[in-house]
């Protein structure tokens, strides 16, 4: 059974608080750093931030457009944050750390899964290159978001 593996990180130049924040959020700041391109939609069917919500979206890759569920974990609130999507045994994760004095953060999205057979040795050689690029695009946009926000009087 082949495991395949895909991550990106970035130096954000805001506050690991307000990017964790970002992410977590699912009513307003995750969509926000979504790729349109990538995720056409995202749908909260519970909770909105954090632990304990459930979202379902959509992702498009190599021409098709798929829908996923997914619940929300944090194993440790304010630096990691999981989404597993138990239907396909996939886990993506959010972990966000202080870089320097803190006023900028490290974030790493990496994604893990297994897939038997053919498919799984497939998945293995296109899947990663992929997400990567996603992951790029998702830390791009996360930093511009967070750092409006960062700037932003409390």
């Known amino acids: 059974m082949a495991e395949i593996f895909a991550s990106s990180s970035a130096v954000i130049p805001a506050p690991p608080g307000t990017v964790y924040r970002l992410i977590a959020d699912y009513d307003h700041g995750h969509p926000s750093i979504l790729p349109p391109e990538y995720f ?24 098709r457009v ?6 929300i974990t ?5 630096r990691r944050l999981v ?8 886990e993506t994760e959010f972990l966000v750390e202080p870089v320097g004095s803190g006023e ?9 899964y297994r897939r038997p057979g053919v ?7 296109v899947v990663p290159r992929f ?8 830390l791009r946009l996360l930093a511009k978001r967070a750092q409006a926000a960062a700037e932003e009087p409390s």
């Open 40 to 63: 056409p939609s995202l749908t909260v069917e519970a909770g909105g931030f954090g632990a304990g919500t459930r979202i379902n979206f959509e992702m498009r890759a190599f021409g």
């Open 74 to 78: 944090e194993p440790e609130p304010g």
């Open 83 to 90: 989404e597993t999507a138990p239907e396909l045994g996939l």
């Open 131 to 138: 997400l990567r690029r996603v992951y790029d695009a998702e």
């Open 66 to 71: 798929s829908r996923v569920r997914a619940n």
């Open 119 to 125: 498919r799984g040795w497939l998945e293995r050689l």
């Open 104 to 112: 900028r953060s490290r974030t790493t999205i990496a994604t893990r």
